[in-house]
């Protein structure tokens, strides 16, 4: 099946500093990746759209000047979480399509554990 | 407006079946995606109903019934390795995905 792949898988930064996060597809082309945070016992959220080649789709009350989505290739894109704070901790997931298939089955990357001090 | 509403907590014993229910009310319907997310760990897929019916796909099977706006998750034979957060998704008209809160299921042996 599909793969996609995120690193860091963990990472723990002090307050007013920016962290970049990678999502990968190792074996398809991406049409569109998604990124959602999910903090303990809740449900994961969907931060934002993006797609290859164009500006990333916020969802509403997300600081796009804050988590700033790059999708620069079919293969890649990055969410850096610029001046973090303690309340961002939290587990950071990236999803994305393949976009030839009938319901777009999203596949998920195995999260990323953000930590801020 | 638009609502999944799944059970918090389940408890099942290893070897038996448990059914897990879901109902949604969202704007727009585009199919329906069962998950299963271990603690700390991203979620993986386990269904997909568009159509009424049952899908079955393995010890897991999956039914639809979009006028009642119902689906249930039954996993058979249940395993320790079970015990997880079984999450139900809806894709709106916008195809954008709604997650329910997910239901944790503890496997008791």
């Known amino acids: 099946g599909a793969v996609v792949s995120q690193h860091p898988s963990r990472v723990i930064c002090k307050s007013g500093t920016s962290v970049k996060i990678e999502c990968r597809s190792l074996?398809?082309?991406?049409?569109?990746m998604f990124w959602y945070r999910q903090f303990p016992k809740q449900s994961l959220m969907l931060m934002a759209t993006s797609n290859e080649g164009s500006k990333a789709t916020y969802e509403q009350g997300v600081e796009k000047d804050k988590f700033l989505i790059n999708h620069a290739s079919l293969t890649l894109s990055t969410l850096t979480v610029t001046s973090a704070h303690p309340e961002d901790s939290s587990f950071y997931i990236c999803s994305a399509t393949e976009g030839d298939k009938d319901y777009n089955e999203q596949f998920f990357g195995p999260g990323t554990r953000l930590t801020v001090l | 407006g638009q609502n999944i509403d799944q059970p918090t907590e389940m408890t099942a014993t290893e070897g038996a079946i448990v059914q897990i229910n879901c109902t949604y009310q969202?704007?727009?319907?585009?199919?329906l995606f069962w998950y299963q997310q271990h603690a700390g760990e991203a979620p993986t897929f386990l269904s997909y109903n568009v159509l009424d019916g049952l899908e079955e796909k393995g010890r897991f099977s999956s039914f639809l019934s979009r006028s009642k706006g119902y689906s249930y998750l039954l996993l058979k034979e249940l395993q320790m390795k079970d015990s997880a957060s079984y999450l139900c998704v809806i894709m709106d008209s916008n195809y954008q995905l709604i997650w329910g809160a997910g239901t944790k299921l503890i496997i008791k042996p």
């Open positions: 074996d398809f082309q991406a049409t569109t």
């Open positions: 969202t704007s727009g319907f585009n199919g």
